[in-house]
């Protein structure tokens, strides 16, 4: 597949699910990053300040793809503080639940080391508090997600395309199109079959059949008809292709809440500040 062409952020000219899936989603950024800001002067290990820079290029290459103004990078950033503000609120209430544990969990470990019995009542009294810690859970990974209508408000429908990677999918289903279209009628009868059995996500809606009537459909269109109904047969099939079962808000949410949005935005925002002599 040919990779996407990449536009440069140019702020100063450009005019520019249930709550499982959300703690699925959000929750891991956000406790890592509760993590490292409880130690702000800790010195990375190698590996995680290799992860770190990897998340800062994934981000900054979306940010730059964005084509933000200057206005939507103020009021994102605006944004994202209250994101994880409302994240970080929840967090202490499960900080103060994990406190609670610890000394559960010693007093189980001290029974099987001595081989005593554990009381029912102890058992019943860390199923609670890991009961909590779930809610909790919930709690934090959701509470940015109201923020994501917000940042619909900040975007353009492209731009949400971006953040949400629907524009990537978009992109993979055409040129899947395009591969299927470029085959031989041999090679489709070899290979268009096991193509679509290999794609297949029943869970989605799309089984091999309903993939395969694409590919037979978008291989017997003319060129004229194709191009007029491309957009239809790849939206068909971009479902496939994006990043797990999450819905957009849900995935916009995960975007400002990532604990280094914050400080890549605000370094890409002085840049271009410093370069267009702005302020």
Sequence with gaps: MNGEKK???NMSRAPVVAAGIVATILLP???VGSCQAQNPDRRPEPAELISQIRTELSLLDTINRLSLTSQQAEQLLALARKA???AAEPKLKRDRALNSLIPLLEKQLACMLHDQQISAELLDQIAAIEAEIAQIDDEIAAAPVPFAAQARNLLSEAQVLIVTGDDQARQSAEEMLVWI???SAEAFAGEGRSNAEALADPDIGLDSDTIYDTFHKARALSAEDYAQ??????GQLVPLYR???ATEDFLIAEWLVNERF???LERRIRYLSADTGQG
């Design 7 to 9: 536009a440069g952020i």
């Design 29 to 31: 950024i956000l406790l």
């Design 181 to 183: 279209r470029e085959l």
């Design 229 to 234: 109904q491309l957009d239809d047969l790849a």
């Design 243 to 245: 990043a797990g079962s």
């Design 262 to 264: 914050i400080p890549v």
């Design 84 to 86: 994880q503000q409302a």
